[in-house]
């Protein structure tokens, strides 16, 4: 069956430590990857996506993730986390399927401290 | 910028109302998707539609139904609200073709409370 797993529900940070987000997923093909953002009281603006090529993607924000086949996960990565980052953060799967259903984790909330 | 916009932001209904939640994108996507999310459980999909009066069910379909009666617009309703249909709402579109590298787009949601 197709899953999402995010291990961590919440994570706190010290403003300008680095930053690393698990995501492991379970897909029979080729998965399509992405990473969402959810400021307080918003809706989901998307952080950057995998589904071919280079395995270590550049986002917005000054995110990356970089896409392991074998250890089947996409890990979000932040050198130097700002105040701004706090937020909750989703890891996303789908397949070759062209109606562009996705699967979704559960969240990891992530606190910055000052 | 692909805009979504979901009719409601806040809403407060009775028990047994019919519940009428409105989403419109401006980017003539063919796909759309209503999810639910509540803490703990991530987002889940209610129903899709994939384009003008087709749809299809989601994961948690029951006790929701839909309407996509022109593109830009797709409705979920709640035939009888409950109070287990507390939760927070959002609606999603993207581009039908591109393959399915394309992402989608959400709108603010909607937080419902049934009381």
């Known amino acids: 069956a197709q899953s999402v797993t995010q291990p961590d529900i919440h994570i706190t940070v010290s403003e300008g430590a680095s930053l690393e987000l698990r995501c492991n997923y379970s897909?029979?093909?080729?998965?399509?990857l992405f990473w969402y953002v959810q400021s307080p009281g918003q809706g989901l603006q998307l952080l950057l996506k995998?589904?071919?090529?280079?395995?270590l993607v550049q986002g917005i924000k000054g995110f990356e993730a970089e896409f392991k086949r074998s250890q089947s996960s996409f890990n979000l990565r932040k050198p130097s986390v700002h105040w701004s980052d706090a937020a909750e953060y989703f890891c996303?799967?789908?397949?070759?399927?062209?109606?562009?259903?996705?699967?979704f984790g559960q969240g990891t909330t992530l606190q910055v401290k000052p | 910028d692909v805009k979504v916009t979901q009719s409601s932001r806040y809403l407060v209904k009775r028990t047994g109302e019919k519940v009428f939640l409105e989403c419109v994108q401006d980017?003539?996507?063919?796909?759309m998707f209503w999810y639910r999310q509540d803490p703990g459980l991530g987002l889940r999909l209610i129903y899709f539609?994939?384009?003008?009066?087709?749809?299809e069910k989601g994961d948690i379909p029951e006790g929701y139904s839909v309407s996509r009666e022109k593109k830009e617009r797709f409705s979920l309703i709640l035939e009888s609200a409950s109070t287990n249909q507390t939760s927070m709402y959002l609606c999603?579109?993207?581009?039908?073709?591109?393959?399915?590298?394309?992402?989608?787009?959400f709108g603010d949601g909607t937080r419902l409370s049934i009381l």
């Open positions: 999603a579109s993207r581009p039908g073709g591109g393959g399915a590298g394309q992402p989608q787009h």
């Open positions: 897909y029979g093909a080729t998965p399509y």
């Open positions: 995998y589904f071919s090529g280079d395995t």
């Open positions: 996303a799967v789908g397949g070759s399927s062209n109606t562009g259903k996705l699967i």
């Open positions: 980017m003539d996507h063919e796909n």
């Open positions: 539609s994939y384009d003008v009066k087709m749809k």
